[in-house]
Every structure is written in C-alpha cells, then in structure tokens.
C-alpha cells in the first residue's frame, strides 16, 4: 500500500466547498480578469458569474430542481461551460455527451441518466444533434427540454430566449439555491464506455472533484493569470475538471478549442500568449512532426501535462527544446477515480516522466496486486488498485457492476496492469480487460462488437487493440461471416462511422472461417493478438 507522501495539499473541497461556491469565490477574487476568451466573446470573471446566474434562473423556471439531470452535447464552447456551472448552481447533476457520439449512443445516455434537459448545437462539424436524435431509436421518455447553445432547429429552444425564461426568477431564489447545493451532493455522471456493452455512468461529488483538481493544479503549477488553451473536449474529464474547472479555482484565463488543428493550434499559441497546453503524447507529436514549426512563435508555452501512455524519452526532451515548453508532466488515472491517481512532480528527470505516470496523490492510495488481491514486490507486475476520497461513488443505476468494480474495502480495481517501482513510482504496462486507447479515447470492444453484430453479414465479431503510431492503438475486428454472405471488409468500416464514434470504428477487419475459443466458449483474443503480430 502506497500513501501519497506530500501532505493534504490546498483540498480544494474545503476551499470552494462546491462548484457554486467556486463560481462565487472566484468572482469575489478575480472579477476584473478574464476567464473566458471564445472567438468574440470575453468574459470575465464576473461576467461569467452573472451568466451563470441567468442561467441558472431559466432551469428553475423550467422546474429543474436538487439532483435532476443536465446534459450537455456540445463542443468547447463557452455556453458549454455556462449551461454546466448553472446545472450544478440550479442543484442539478451534470451529464457530458461525447460529440463523437452517433444517435443511439446518445441517446442510450440521455435514457439512461433520465436527462430532462438537453444544452446541444446545431451545425458542429455538419452535424444536426436534435435531427440525430429525433431519428434515435432509443425512447427518451425523460427529456423534456432541448436547448440550442448555437444555431436553429424545429423543436428546440435557442439560447437567448432559454437565458430570457429565468426573468420570472429572482436573484435571491438562484442564490438560495446554489447555496443549498452540499459538498457530498453528486456534481456529474460521466458515462465511460463499458466491457458490458454499454456505457456505464461514473458519479462523483462536487467535493471530490474540487479535491482532486485543486490539487492537480497545486502539483503541475498552474497558476493565477495562465493562459489555458484547452483543447481536449469539455465532454472529458480532463477538458472538463482539469480544464475549465481547475482554470477556475486558480484564476486563470480558458481558451476554449471546438475543433483540434495542428496549424490553428499552433498559430493560436503565439497569437493568444497561451502559456498552459495539456493533450495526449499524439498531439505534440503532430506538432513536432510540422515541418514549418519554427516559423510559429511558441515562446509562451510553459506547462504541458500528458498521460495515457508510455512517452519516449527523446519526445521529453524536444518538447522542451523544440517547443520550449519549461515544465512537462505526466499522470494516471480514470474517471472511476476522478480523472487523477497518480502524478509525476516538478523536477523529475525526463527518464522518469517519460517512462511512469508518476506516484500517489495526496490522499490516494495505490498499489499493485494479483488476481487474488494480495499486493505484488516491488517491480512485480500485477492489477493496479485505487483507494482513496476519490474513487467514484458507483456506477449510476448499475449496483452489480459497482460492486465488480469496487470491492469490499473499497479498493477500486482499475483492470490496468502495472509495475511500481522502489520511489513507487508507476508504470503501467497492458490492460487486465480488452480495453484499448484510441488517441486518448478509451475504446472497448464488447461495446464495439455489440455493434457489428447488428450488420446482415457478420455472425461473430471479436475486436483487440493493435500498436498504432500515431494514435498509439486503433480496433482490427475479426469478423465470420453469415453463410453465403459476401462480406466486404470496406463495407463494413463504412457500415460502422455511420454508427459508432470514429475512434471506436475498426481500422482493419479480417474475415475469417473461425474465431479461437477455449472450451467454454470464450474468445481466445491472445491468439488474435498473436496472429497480427506475425
């Protein structure tokens, strides 16, 4: 059993107490800053506040009350940030839609959290969302509302006239209600894709997510006046807790990214003075691989944090040189345990934060055990387990899977393999269960397979994750076909965009006579993994 070894660190918990009283603290000590630069827009701190406030008074009036679902569908945006603070001041629980999603998906978590609003656009990268949804054919007997952040649609509400239905609200009734929200009320449902087929939705409470990203931020050094690019998606935990909200607590300026391009990232670093870049390992590895980087001014960068992988050493050292970024860190974690577990320090060596994801944060535990629960030596490969304020409170609606997934002593089992090393420093190493990650996206294949097992052509499918070098891993499907089928592997990755996120989509499908089972049954994926190998 690893304690973490630095102390309580600031417990963003007690400091703000809930996501309400971040927004009002945050007012109160940084109302003339800037806290959003989106495009036109600029607000600042207590511009954001009385947005939020306007907000907030519309979902009362629109009978929102204490513990009721908000989703929201969207791209980074700055109304995507307001419609999410005023859920929580309205006593809402929050409910991010990845904008990957097709219909179903969507749909399939709207239904499943019993959502009754719904803040969306129309017109993201083509996209009509509520079009989308209208031809879902999942019933989404709770929702009531659908509110447009930006753009038109039949049926929908759009923003302005969605701010305008709180006039009938007081202030005193908004502020009466954020303050009635408590730190161990539940702050969001994140729905992460499931080994069983569906995805599953991760709780967790205003005061772990303040815990966790307070002191996330106190570890990487982000600070008051930082210029924080996020790129990564609001609808993630990172986008969201270690992005906008984090930027939040510490007084910093977001910048939200709708749609990730090498070049317009690049040109907005210099052009925005952007000081903080998080991504995945990929994305500085695209940048890296411009062969115009120098002609970008990059010399405001200071802070990058990654994770997800293991990093080569030569990356550590040419993201300091080459896009002279001062501070680089790495971390583990997942949103069963609030998004952080384990975080490399100011001051390590690029060895180490290349090749670990670092040691326990405060008040985490994590160790590294066997298939019995008992804790492996030092450097002994084995399941790494969670415990701590931050693991999740439960999959919500799903005890059985809860109970699978938390055990008695309330240890998570994150079905991750790795090895710790003497500093406890930890190196993950493969995955327990068949996920993979797909640039940062958690892909799994039971789900991916409940979806190619509705093609006419296909009557058993088996998906595994293959090394990719950009995206670090991508889904070859193993696929049998139907008797007398004539099944064509093209067809069906194109059969599959149309119906899954593109991340999940197969790369590769491979027909095959037979899919290797052991005696009772099971798919023998080892076998496969082997096959691509050779």
Same mark, same amino acid.
């Given at each position: 059993?690893? !304690? ?22 945050? @007012? ?28 907030? @008074? ?119 209600? #954020? ?47 930082? @210029? ?65 980087? #120098? ?6 960068? @200071? ?77 002994? !490969? ?17 005890? #059985? ?17 790795? &090895? ?42 088996? &998906? ?41 989509? !197969? ?8 899919? !290797? ?18």
């Amino acid at each position: 059993m690893i !304690p973490h070894p630095d102390g309580e660190g600031k417990r963003g918990d007690r400091e703000f107490g809930t996501i309400p009283g971040l927004v009002r603290i945050a @007012r109160e000590r940084h109302a003339g800053r800037t806290a959003i630069e989106d495009g036109e827009t600029t607000l600042t701190y207590a511009a954001l506040s009385a947005e939020v406030e306007r907000a907030s @008074r519309a979902l009362i009036a629109l009978g929102v009350a204490k513990g009721d679902r908000v989703a929201v569908w969207a791209p980074n945006l700055w109304e995507w940030i307001v419609a999410a603070l005023a859920a929580h001041a309205a006593g809402g629980v929050l409910v991010p839609i990845n904008t990957r999603f097709k219909a179903n998906e969507a749909g399939y978590v709207l239904a499943k959290s019993g959502a009754r609003i719904l803040f969306t656009v129309n017109g993201f990268l083509g996209n009509d969302y509520v079009a989308m949804l209208r031809a879902s054919e999942v019933t989404l007997a709770s929702l009531e509302h659908i509110v447009l952040l930006r753009g038109a649609a039949a049926g929908a509400t759009a923003w302005s006239d969605f701010t305008r239905l709180g006039d009938g609200v007081s202030s005193a009734e908004a502020m009466a209600r #954020a303050a009635a929200v408590e730190p161990s009320d539940l702050s969001d449902i994140i729905f992460t894709s499931g080994t069983t087929g569906h995805p599953k939705g991760v709780m967790c409470t205003h005061a772990q997510s303040l815990r966790a990203f307070r002191d996330w931020s106190d570890t990487v050094g982000l600070r008051q006046g930082d @210029r924080y690019l996020v790129v990564l998606p609001f609808f993630h935990t990172f986008g969201y807790k270690a992005g906008w909200l984090a930027s939040l607590m510490m007084g910093a300026t977001i910048l939200p990214q709708a749609v990730f391009d090498v070049g317009e990232v690049l040109a907005r670093v210099g052009k925005d003075r952007v000081t903080v870049l998080p991504g995945s390992p990929a994305l500085y590895q695209s940048f890296l691989a411009r062969p115009d980087l #120098a002609s970008f001014d990059l010399s405001s960068l @200071r802070l990058a944090v990654t994770g997800a992988a293991v990093i080569p050493v030569e990356l550590i050292h040419r993201m300091r040189r080459d896009l002279h970024i001062e501070t680089v860190i790495t971390g583990y974690g997942l949103t069963e345990g609030t998004g952080v577990s384990t975080m490399c320090r100011v001051g390590d060596d690029p060895e180490t934060i290349a090749t670990t994801s670092g040691r326990a944060v405060p008040g985490v535990e994590v160790r590294i055990v066997d298939d019995a629960g008992r804790e492996v030596a030092r450097g002994e !490969p084995g399941e790494v387990v969670v415990s701590g304020y931050s693991v999740m409170r439960g999959y919500f609606g799903e005890p #059985a899977e809860t109970a699978a997934t938390i055990d008695e002593s309330g240890w998570l089992h994150t079905g991750d393999i790795g &090895v710790m090393d003497a500093r406890g420093y930890l190196r993950i190493t493969d995955r327990k269960k068949d996920m993979f990650i797909v640039g940062g996206f958690n892909a799994y294949p039971a789900e991916i397979e409940s979806v190619l097992l509705q093609h006419p052509a296909v009557v058993q499918a088996a &998906v595994v994750g293959a090394p990719d070098e950009r995206l670090g891993e991508v889904g070859i499907a193993f696929v049998v076909q139907r008797p007398s089928a004539a099944l064509v592997p093209e067809e069906v990755i194109a059969w599959s965009r149309e119906r899954m996120a593109n991340y999940k989509v !197969p790369r590769r499908v491979v027909v095959v006579d037979a899919l !290797p089972m052991n005696a009772t049954g099971k798919v023998l994926k080892f076998r496969l993994r082997d096959q691509l190998r050779k």
